[in-house]
């Protein structure tokens, strides 16, 4: 078997920035259905300002998934440029 060296190490770092972006998701989600259960939840008798603590948090929470793909294609450019420097001190 073939060592990969320095320029195998950057696909070792894009398997793990996959596998960080769908960990993420998955978070994202659980905690999306997990709100939208409570801020839903009528039966229980809550207090006022816990329930409006909720949808507070629903809202700000609505503005994280615009923010996922500038932090992916930053992740992505960061690990290109570092392609480019290894391949441009091994010329």
Excluded: E, Y
């Excluded at 078997?1 to 070792?12: A, P, R, T, Y």
């Excluded at 839903?40 to 409006?52: E, H, Q, S, W």
């Excluded at 998934?65 to 992740?75: G, R, S």
């Amino acid at each position: 078997m073939k060592k990969l060296g320095n320029k195998g190490q950057v696909f070792d770092q894009l398997s793990a920035l996959g596998i960080g972006i769908a960990a993420l998701v998955v978070t994202l989600v659980v905690v999306f259905l997990i709100m939208a259960q409570v801020g839903a939840n009528t039966t229980v008798a809550a207090d006022p300002n816990a329930t409006l603590a909720v949808k507070t948090l629903q809202n700000a929470a609505a503005t994280i998934p615009n923010w996922v793909p500038i932090v992916v294609i930053t992740a992505i450019g960061a690990l290109l440029i570092g392609m480019v420097m290894m391949f441009r001190r091994a010329a």
